[in-house]
T-cell receptor, first 112, second 115 residues
Framework: GAGVSQSPSNKVTEKGKDVELRCDPI?????LYWYRQSLGQGLEFLIY????????KSGLPSDRFSAERTGGSVSTLTIQRTQQEDSAVYLC??????????FGPGTRLLVL | AQKVTQAQTEISVVEKEDVTLDCVYE???????LFWYKQPPSGELVFLIR??????QNEISGRYSWNFQKSTSSFNFTITASQVVDSAVYFC????????????FGPGTRLSVLP
């Protein structure tokens, strides 16, 4: 596709359940980023993938959060044992190294 | 370390007024990139401009203009003759070339343009 796509667009889950969020980056982009944006807040960096290098996980808020990127393309962000404070919009972006990031539409996660 | 500050949390202007959004950054790198993104109410972040650290020329694109000043570590964004459609949250961001490739975003400025 022409842009970054994310699925699902919305996710409602119960506290304690696991969720998986998917990101399809722009074809050919080597870098992929996950961010979290809480209501009315700025962007919080979560994790960064660059090619086949080990990911930069410095932004993950707890060990309940993990992400993988298969084949250097699609990425999945997994949140285990979700908590209400995990409710946010999760944004994915891709880029060619330090060039411009292009963002997906986000996944709105609501934990009840 | 990288840091981006947008001191203005919210700004309200009346349509057709000019408005400037401030961005101040901190970096240890000599090669870096600065960005502005727009996030309209629909939520999707839209890229507006990228500027590298070696290019201090100001840029104008229609009603938008950007003033990059390395001496004050600022990269301010001006909207001339604002319109209601300019209402959005605007984020300034920084990427360093030599100290990892993490993008750091400022907290954003919410601009409301009133008719």
């Amino acid at each position: 596709g022409a842009g970054v796509s994310q699925s699902p667009s919305n996710k409602v889950t119960e506290k304690g359940k696991d969720v998986e969020l998917r990101c399809d980056p722009i074809s050919g982009h080597t870098a992929l980023y996950w961010y979290r944006q809480s209501l009315g807040q700025g962007l919080e960096f979560l994790i960064y993938f660059q090619g086949n290098s080990a990911p930069d996980k410095s932004g993950l808020p707890s060990d309940r959060f993990s992400a993988e990127r298969t084949g250097g393309s699609v990425s999945t962000l997994t949140i285990q044992r979700t908590q209400q404070e995990d409710s946010a919009v999760y944004l994915c972006a891709s880029s060619m190294t330090i060039e411009t990031q292009y963002f997906g539409p986000g996944t709105r996660l609501l934990v009840l | 370390a990288q840091k981006v500050t947008q001191a203005q949390t919210e700004i309200s202007v009346v349509e057709k007024e000019d408005v400037t959004l401030d961005c101040v950054y901190e970096t240890r790198d000599t090669t870096y990139y600065l960005f502005w993104y727009k996030q309209p109410p629909s939520g999707e972040l839209v890229f507006l401009i990228r500027r590298n650290s070696f290019d201090e020329q100001n840029e104008i694109s229609g009603r938008y203009s950007w003033n990059f000043q390395k001496s004050t570590s600022s990269f301010n964004f001006t909207i001339t003759a604002s319109q209601v459609v300019d209402s959005a949250v605007y984020f300034c961001a920084l990427s360093e070339a030599n100290y990892g490739q993490n993008f750091v975003f400022g907290p954003g400025t919410r601009l409301s343009v009133l008719p």
